[in-house]
T-cell receptor, first 115, second 114 residues
Framework: EAGVAQSPRYKIIEKRQSVAFWCNPISGHATLYWYQQILGQGPKLLIQFQNNGVVDDSQLPKDRFSAERLKGVDSTLKIQPAKLEDSAVYLC?????????????FGQGTRLTVV | DQQVKQNSPSLSVQEGRISILNCDYTNSMFDYFLWYKKYPAEGPTFLISISSIKDKNEDGRFTVFLNKSAKHLSLHIVPSQPGDSAVYFCAASDRGSTLGRLYFGRGTQLTVWP
């Protein structure tokens, strides 16, 4: 069974530029998550999708971050414009149901450096 | 506001001995707890979980204990192996109100030496 795929693995951009990350979840997983992990901290949920609908985006800085999940499968996360404090690893995860019922499977993440 | 806390950033254990990783939480509504393991340059991988209706769950060398009154859980690894060296994250969820949203601790770096 293929795991959660993310691209790119690494990205370096200047502040005020825009960037996009892509995620392909495990086939059949209805729930998709984007997490932000800042160095030295645990992952923090940015947004959670159930199929192609948003169920939790309370932690998403909506003035600069946006995310969509096309046809309930792939997802993209965009930052525009980026700030220095956005430097982090962005993790995508998926699960059969909400994470409280079934564990989430994580991708390798995209390491973003904003200079 | 850190609802899940792992107060030990690192732990060093000799191979064959027991590793005990600790986690505290503040939200009494949490009813499902998980441990994830993370190797460098990889995403976290699920290790073991426990529901709040239990106080112990065991899977091979890994056992998770939950003390609800103290809002504390621990992960025991016996015997520890060098391959267990990784960052371990504790996570918690309130399945009733947050649709399974996971709150993570900062992680504990476990090093198992020969």
């Amino acid at each position: 069974e293929a795991g959660v795929a993310q691209s790119p693995r690494y990205k370096i951009i200047e502040k005020r530029q825009s960037v996009a990350f892509w995620c392909n979840p495990i086939s059949g997983h209805a729930t998709l998550y984007w997490y932000q992990q800042i160095l030295g901290q645990g992952p923090k949920l940015l947004i959670q999708f159930q199929n192609n609908g948003v169920v939790d985006d309370s932690q998403l800085p909506k003035d600069r971050f946006s995310a969509e999940r096309l046809k309930g499968v792939d997802s993209t996360l965009k930052i525009q414009p980026a700030k220095l404090e956005d430097s982090a690893v962005y993790l995508c995860a998926s699960s059969l149901e909400g994470a409280g019922v079934a564990e989430a499977f994580f991708g390798q993440g995209t390491r973003l450096t904003v200079v | 506001d850190q609802q899940v806390k792992q107060n030990s950033p690192s732990l060093s254990v000799q191979e064959g001995r027991i590793s005990i990783l600790n986690c505290d939480y503040t939200n009494s509504m949490f009813d499902y707890f998980l441990w994830y393991k993370k190797y460098p340059a990889e995403g976290p991988t699920f290790l073991i979980s426990i529901s709040s209706i239990k106080d112990k769950n065991e899977d091979g060398r890994f056992t998770v204990f939950l003390n609800k009154s103290a809002k504390h859980l621990s992960l025991h690894i016996v015997p520890s192996q060098p391959g267990d060296s990784a960052v371990y994250f504790c996570a918690a969820s309130d399945r009733g109100s947050t649709l399974g949203r996971l709150y993570f601790g900062r992680g504990t770096q476990l090093t198992v030496w020969p």
